[in-house]
């Protein structure tokens, strides 16, 4: 069996491929098209489908369109109400539902070859709760509890896996939403909605919850399962801000006080949500269940004994959730998620090729991993690319910028690297072996950096560059089974600083795509100061780019 998944209608459009009940492959478009989350989540590009992550999914398995035993889209347009209905006032919301309607014969444009008969539409919500329900790496039943913006006609799912099969206990109905409760705080904190929701989730912590009490009156969970949000004057609390001026107090208050009340409404959700199915695991998807610091509340005090964050959790996992939804009607369930490297990768000959081609000189390491750890070691910035790329927004150690943890210059270093905002913290990769040692208070394995821990006391003065204003760290864990070359690399820096620790973030620079090809990742690492770049087995030295032999290997 056959099925393509497609993510199109909202934002971060996307493409996920099942064969014989396996994850083939699945990537965003915004790494073929580099325009950042795809496109804008506005109605008039709702047409707009992933047609280079598609192709790419297709090629990955060598299958043409009309191989496909299905095509799946992530919206059902039998669901859809008009705006008014709904209570969004958007006046151009129907064109959502006519280019969902008509999406089987633009999907045969752009994949020549494909029967339109052969798409299907899946619920949005359904897609979502089966990314994360039907992914999971559960060997029984799950709650699953679905989050985000929107969908149809609904913001939320609450419901449970039996057997492979959905029953949905609770869909909140909008205009309540708190996906776009938190994209509309988004806005007036100046940020950009539908995109910088984390930035908000960073700011928050420097802020104290003094608006709390106004927002509960407005912001609160219902007993039978669902929530209201709708009413909330934000000029009320503090003043708009402009995207170019400096944040302040106020709007550091408003964003944790943001941050309060939605974590208190999830708590009661995903509370209410174990009483009623009895289950000890919950699954979580939705652009919500990117809120790591909610996740760690419902981890810690929710009553379920496990919780997994499917890793592209918003709307691009719905491409992946559609196709497993597929196959599961089919009769052909695809297997659980093993990891989110499922995009593209390259040989050694194609990255050597690309090197030549750049003219840059370049040298072979007989070990990639330890010449990495050797210049983070000597305070050096890696541009690590290797493997196939992450599918989600977070990089685990395929697209990333690594450094030093121990030298707390080096995030003010990075956020200039990477052209960000110096309130936003980076995060912490450590040996799965170590990670209790350091941190506390999460799940430990943590390997989707999907949660936040405590870094212990006497950690914290000597790993400063991952540690928070709050005191937290975003972690990623790494088992040297997955990870065997990034294990190997922190194995070398441990044992030449003693840290178990580096600093990862996202191989990108603010508002593009993370790299994903050799081309992305030389154009960024010669427009940022970056010391070394390990691609594949290669190393690239900033301080070798005069060298009169560029293009051949040292």
């Known amino acids: 069996m056959r099925i393509l998944g497609i993510n199109a209608l909202y934002h971060d459009p996307a493409a996920a491929l099942i064969v014989d009940g396996r994850i083939v492959a699945a990537a965003e478009e915004e790494r073929f098209s580099r325009r950042k989350h795809g496109k804008r989540p506005v109605p008039f590009s709702a047409w707009e489908l992933p047609e280079l992550s598609a192709a790419w999914c297709l090629e990955q398995a060598g299958l043409t369109p009309g191989d496909l035993d299905a095509v799946t889209y992530s919206f059902d347009p039998a669901l859809h109400l008009p705006a008014h209905q709904l209570g969004v006032f958007d006046p151009w919301d129907e064109l959502r539902q006519r280019y969902a309607l008509a999406a089987p014969d633009f999907l045969a444009s752009a994949l020549p070859g494909l029967d339109p008969s052969q798409v299907r539409f899946v619920a949005h919500h359904v897609a979502h709760a089966a990314s994360a329900g039907l ?9 699953v509890l679905v989050l985000d913006g929107r969908g149809e006609r609904h913001s939320s799912l609450a419901g449970l896996y039996s057997q492979g099969e959905l029953q949905t206990l609770h869909s909140q109905q909008l205009p309540h939403s708190l996906g776009l ?28 919850p003094r608006y709390l ?4 009156s407005l912001v609160h969970a219902r007993p039978d399962g669902g929530f209201h ?42 509370r209410w949500l174990r009483m009623r199915t ?9 652009g919500v269940a990117l809120n790591c610091v909610a996740n760690t509340r419902l981890w810690r005090e929710s009553g379920f004994e496990q919780v997994w964050v499917q ?7 719905t491409a992946l959730g559609a196709a ?6 089919l009769g052909e369930p695809a297997a659980a998620m093993t990891g989110a490297d499922l995009g593209r990768q390259w040989s050694d000959a194609e990255i050597e090729s690309a090197l030549r081609t750049a003219k840059l000189p370049y040298d072979r390491p007989a070990d990639i991993a330890e010449a990495a750890a050797e210049t983070l070691a000597a305070d050096g910035i890696v541009a690590w690319f290797q493997g196939r790329s992450e599918y989600g927004p977070r990089a685990l150690g395929h697209r990333s910028l690594m450094a030093h943890p121990g030298r707390a210059g080096n995030l003010e270093r990075l956020n200039d690297v990477k052209g960000r905002e110096q309130f936003r913290p980076v995060a912490p990769m450590v040996l799965a072996s170590r990670a209790a040692e350091l941190f506390h208070g999460g799940p430990i394995p943590s390997p989707y950096m999907l949660f936040v821990h405590q870094v212990a006391e006497n950690w914290r003065e000597r790993i400063p560059a991952v540690v928070h204003v709050d005191g937290t760290a975003r972690i990623q864990t790494v088992d040297p089974a997955d990870e065997p070359l990034v294990a190997r690399l922190l194995e070398r820096f441990a044992h030449l600083t003693g840290l178990p620790v580096v600093v990862n973030t996202s191989l990108n620079t603010a508002g593009r795509p993370m790299v994903d090809s050799p081309r992305d990742a030389l154009e960024c690492f010669g427009s940022t100061p970056v010391d070394l770049l390990a691609i594949g087995p290669f190393a690239v030295r900033r301080a070798q780019l005069g060298s009169p032999q560029s293009g051949s290997p040292q």
């Open 135 to 143: 992914a999971a790496p559960f060997d029984q039943d799950c709650a």
């Open 181 to 208: 409760l938190y994209e509309d705080a988004t806005e007036h904190l100046g940020f950009l909605r539908s995109s910088d929701e984390f930035k908000v989730m960073a700011l928050a912590s420097y802020g104290t």
């Open 213 to 216: 009490e106004d927002l509960r």
């Open 229 to 270: 949000t709708s009413g909330v004057d934000w000029n009320s609390l503090a003043k708009k801000r402009r995207p170019d001026e400096p944040w302040s107090a106020e709007h550091a208050d408003l964003a944790a006080s943001l941050q309060a009340v939605v974590e208190e409404v999830l708590l009661e959700l995903a």
């Open 278 to 286: 009895g289950s000890a695991k919950l699954a979580l998807a939705g």
């Open 311 to 317: 890793p592209a959790a918003g709307d691009a996992g």
């Open 324 to 329: 497993l939804a597929g196959a599961q009607q």
